[in-house]
């Protein structure tokens, strides 16, 4: 199992971009599909967007389909968030986690994970 921290998230306004990071350290990185979730007080963890383990598909939650983007770097260990046009509601603790190669469940579910970061804190005002 690798190990997962995410960073990149702070203090922004409305409009601004972030791009957050999720390395990973430990073998077998490029074994893994990676999702991003976020949470905001008082909701519920919620799906941002998924990439395979190889990086050829990717999957993004209908209401930041074209503002986010996600990708990965497997010579790197590290996979992307790119987050564009941002608002006050894309605020939350953001999450990155893995699945290890092999399941067959869809990785828009929360369940298909086993494997977290800890979290990077993306604020933003208006």
């Known amino acids: 199992q690798v190990q997962l921290v995410e960073s990149g998230g702070g203090l922004v306004q409305a409009g601004d971009s972030l791009r957050l990071s999720c390395a990973a350290s430990g073998r077998g990185f490029s074994m893994y599909a990676v999702g991003w979730f976020r949470q905001a007080p008082g909701k519920e963890r919620e799906f941002v967007a998924a990439?395979?383990?190889?990086?050829?598909?990717?999957y993004t939650a209908d209401s930041m389909k074209g503002r986010f983007t996600i990708s990965r770097d497997n010579v790197k260990n590290t996979v992307y968030l790119q987050m564009n046009s941002l608002t006050p509601e894309d605020t939350a603790v953001y999450y990155c986690a893995s699945r290890r190669g092999g399941s067959r469940g869809s990785l828009l579910t929360i369940a298909e994970y086993d494997n977290w970061g800890q979290g990077t804190q993306v604020t933003v005002s208006s």
């Open positions: 990439i395979t383990s190889s990086g050829l598909t990717t």
